[in-house]
């Protein structure tokens, strides 16, 4: 998948300047989780140095009643400052967390609908499983991060720089010392998480292993309960998921092997310079409340340091989650909208149809021609049958009419307009098509009828329905029309799911229509209800059907009989079967098998 602009270093956390475009429309509430971000960390920074003034202050005083007051100043000053960090806190938190479900949601919509949109030459190469890890899991990385881990790391990197400088300037001789020693800590850790990132991506990329196998098996769990396949099915999935395990275990281990480091190393300076500081109270150089301040100043500044540590090995996870859904985003669909498309009227009556010394290859097979030198016009209205061996061209046909792939040679117009120079939208909403494996989407049969045409309105779904011969089981159903139909359509029989496709495709009312083998999974009675359902459909719009039943085509205007990407036959029943070729001998084959309806 190729990027418009050149990517960080693979699992960088620079790669997280992909989120860039979907931060930026939020610029007032980064504002405001920055300030309340850095309140809150002042907030923290003042709590020394008024516990200093409590001790200096207060219990240094030799009288006991204005001891007495100045501990009560001082502990309302110090609940002040506990009620301001409250308060700061609380906003930071909910302004932090507001933005990372706002930018996930953002995130997780945009590479969806742009999934959509890829070429079916995309899904050849990428699973479905795979795809939908990386909207599930990888996004919720990217939310911990925006939302929660950014936000903790920039925090406890002002509190941890400003206890540093505090430090700094209070203790400047001992803290440049242990600064000394906290670049020899930084140096390697930098190094170690190099190994952390790679472990991090390889772990997210066998999680999506794992969720492609499942989106396979699940969307054919038929067939592997046919072949009491579940066992294999379960150890497959269980490797795979073993080995995400692994990774992550691997990805664990060194994860925390580099925070162990962080935290000891960093603490071990720390305490040098809180060692330091005790020898100077000793000497009398500075005050018990300086050592005090020095003392919390210090667990600030190594509380910032773990938490940073921590921060790193999540923007680390957050970076591979970042890469993955940025390849999502950057891939380019080979199939696109011409940029200034041509405005072609739709015809009242059926689309005319050509496709002239048309030559295509799938992208999977480049030595086998799908298509060779094929040429075909089809006039406005006519009803054209494809039939043929499997592996003839026929279901290519189909595609290339609805640009899922473009022809390496020949051109096709519709109406006299290239395809290429139509808009997708304006061309595919002139087909209908009725594909052999109908889909039924997870709701209702009238939305599912009014998939085509979303504003059409329920007196329209039901006389589509109607004419599909659907209407009167789908009144059968528990709540009718309104009935829930299931993933997939799994409480309708084949039929049934045939005529709600069918139904759909007349609501559309388009100038062309594809039928591949619509009427394939019907029994001998609704076959003749929905072939004259489907004739009385054609009418005054052009039609091309896919057929291997020859009985359902024998009134077509005209047959072509393709063979190995070319035609080799066309003319009527009659005729063909008169010629004694190919569809004659295919005609003999069927008709000797199965009667002829009447």
């Known amino acids: 998948m190729a990027s418009s602009s050149p990517s960080p270093a693979k699992g960088s956390p620079k790669s997280l300047s992909g989120l860039a475009p979907f931060l930026r429309p939020y610029r007032t509430q980064i504002v405001l989780a920055v300030v309340f971000l850095v309140l809150a960390a002042a907030t923290t920074l003042v709590f020394p140095i008024a516990l200093r003034s409590l001790i200096d202050g207060g219990l240094a005083n030799p009288d006991k009643g204005a001891q007495t007051m100045a501990l009560r100043e001082h502990f309302v000053a110090l609940f002040a400052v506990a009620v301001a960090l409250g308060l700061f806190s609380a906003a930071r938190f909910y302004t932090v967390s507001w933005l990372g479900e706002r930018v996930t949601a953002d995130l997780r919509n945009a590479v969806y609908a742009h999934v959509l949109r890829q070429s079916p030459v995309f899904f050849e190469t990428t699973q479905t499983g795979e795809v939908l890890s990386r909207l599930t899991a990888d996004t919720t990385l990217v939310q911990t991060v925006v939302g929660s881990s950014l936000s903790m790391g920039l925090r406890n990197a002002v509190m941890g720089v400003g206890a540093l400088s505090i430090l700094v300037w209070t203790n400047p001789y001992v803290m440049v ?146 890469e993955r859904l940025m390849e999502l985003l950057h891939a380019r669909p080979v199939i696109v909208s011409p940029a200034q498309p041509a405005q072609a009227p739709v015809p009242a009556a059926g689309s005319a149809l050509s496709l002239e010394g048309v030559g295509f290859h799938y992208p999977s097979r480049p030595g086998t021609p799908a298509l060779r030198d094929f040429d075909l016009r089809i006039a406005p209205g006519e009803t054209v049958a494809l039939v043929g061996s499997s592996g003839a061209g026929k279901s290519t046909v189909f595609q290339l009419l609805l640009r899922y792939y473009d022809p390496q040679s020949g051109r096709i117009t519709l109406d006299g307009t290239p395809l290429a120079a139509l808009s997708l939208e304006a061309l595919r909403a002139r087909i209908g098509l009725v594909p052999q494996d109908a889909v039924i989407f997870s709701a209702s049969a009238l939305e599912n009828i009014r998939y085509g045409r979303p504003d059409a309105s329920v007196e329209e779904v039901h006389a589509a329905a109607r004419a599909a011969f659907a209407d009167g089981f789908l009144r059968a159903l528990p709540e009718g029309y309104d009935t829930f139909l299931g993933e997939r359509g799994v409480r309708l029989s084949g039929g049934q799911r045939q005529r709600i496709a069918i139904a759909r495709a007349m609501l559309k009312n388009p100038p062309l229509l594809l039928l591949d083998e619509a009427t394939s999974a019907l029994d001998a009675e609704s076959e003749r209800m929905v072939q004259a359902a489907l004739e009385s459909a054609m009418t005054g719009r052009t039609t091309l059907v896919i057929a291997h039943r020859l009985a359902t085509v024998q009134k077509a205007d005209r047959i072509v009989v393709l063979d190995h990407g070319g035609i080799v036959e066309q003319g009527t029943h009659a005729a063909l079967v008169a010629q004694n070729g190919v569809y004659a001998r295919l005609a003999a084959l069927q008709f000797a098998a199965e009667p002829q309806p009447a």
Not at 190 to 211: E, Y
């Open 177 to 322: 010392q242990v600064l000394g020693i906290l670049v020899l800590v930084v140096l390697p850790s930098m190094w170690f998480g190099r190994r952390v990132r790679k472990l991090s991506r390889a772990s997210q990329d066998r999680v999506a292993d794992s969720s492609a196998i499942a989106a396979e098996v699940l969307n054919a769990i038929p067939v592997v309960q046919s072949y009491t396949a579940e066992a294999r099915e379960a150890a497959r999935f269980d490797a795979s998921t073993d080995s995400a395990f692994r990774t992550a275990v691997r990805r664990t281990r060194a994860r925390s092997v580099l925070v162990a480091f962080i935290i000891i190393a960093t603490s071990a300076a720390l305490l040098w310079g809180l060692y330091q500081g005790t020898q100077a109270v000793l000497r009398g150089d500075i005050t018990a409340g300086h050592l005090g301040q020095t003392v919390v100043y210090v667990i600030i500044l190594a509380s910032a340091a773990a938490v940073l540590g921590e921060v790193y090995g999540d923007l680390l996870r957050a970076a591979g989650a970042t």
